[in-house]
């Protein structure tokens, strides 16, 4: 049997370094890349990509949220014989006009190796590991969403999907939106966490206050009116993918929360 090589873009990041400690766990042979990893990869300096591409037969794709994935890297995959991408999106893309994330997929979707794509919805660990934990630290959690709930999905689950579809026949041509469990609103979220860590958090929901405490910059606009076109649509339903690909059901914000919570994910 040959035993692939598995190149891991982010591999210290949120995602990509989830899914190279799954892959690792069950004996496949990973390359694990990023700017300051093991094996150097960025974006910003093309003579880092072949060296990393090279020898690898699939790719788990991702980019640093506002840096663009170039076609040239994946049409240079398929030429150093990459067969399978795996690239890692974002759910409602069309409808917040994220034009990065979309251009990413036409350029997976057309590059030639079969393609894979993940489409998960708001992380669990935003609240602990990304942009929100600042926010959740000062008891103060901002963003225009209002009452709309989503469905949160942890990073664990969004990697297990990631592994699979890199590992298993069956995948290829698919385009999955990755879920929790059950939808929440921020509001709901906030509350679970204030519960976990014992102090108050509030959350403001309204697209004004949000604009207003980003000191109506032209960004700020921007994302509150992307913002509203995600609120627009309404609840978010709940998938049943994860469960489907990895056999397991996903975890529930709750457990992550108290998970979070042990380790001092939100001591001060």
Do not use: C
Not at 23 to 45: I, M, Q
Not at 69 to 76: E, G, M
Not at 241 to 256: I, L, M, N
């Amino acid at each position: 049997m040959t035993r692939h090589v598995i190149l891991v873009l982010g591999a210290t990041g949120t995602i990509g370094r989830r899914v190279a400690e799954q892959l690792r766990a069950t004996g496949h042979a990973v390359r694990a890349a990023s700017r300051s990893g093991e094996t150097t990869f960025d974006w910003a300096r093309p003579g880092t990509w072949e060296p990393a591409v090279g020898g690898a037969s699939r790719v788990f794709l991702m980019a640093p949220d506002g840096v663009p994935i170039d076609p040239a890297f994946v049409s240079l995959a398929v030429e150093q014989g990459v067969e399978q991408i795996v690239l890692l999106s974002s759910g409602g893309i069309e409808v917040m006009g994220d034009e990065r994330l979309m251009a990413a997929e036409r350029a997976v979707r057309d590059g030639g190796a079969g393609w894979t794509i993940l489409r998960p919805s708001w992380f669990d660990q935003n609240f602990d590991e990304g942009f929100l934990r600042p926010a959740v630290m000062a008891g103060e959690l901002m963003l225009p969403m209002g009452a709309v709930r989503q469905a949160f999905v942890d990073a664990g689950d969004i990697a297990a999907v990631a592994a699979a579809a890199l590992t298993q026949d069956g995948h290829a041509g698919r385009s999955y939106e990755i879920t929790g469990p059950r939808s929440l609103s921020f509001g709901e979220a906030a509350e679970i966490i204030g519960w976990a860590v014992g102090r108050e958090i509030t959350y403001l929901g309204g697209e004004e206050e949000y604009v207003a405490a980003q000191g109506f910059s032209g960004d700020a606009i921007r994302a509150a009116k992307a913002f509203t076109a995600l609120r627009a649509l309404g609840d978010q339903p709940v998938t049943e993918v994860v469960s489907q690909v990895t056999d397991r059901p996903p975890k529930p914000f709750e457990s992550y929360v108290t998970e979070a919570a042990a380790r001092g994910a939100w001591r001060p």
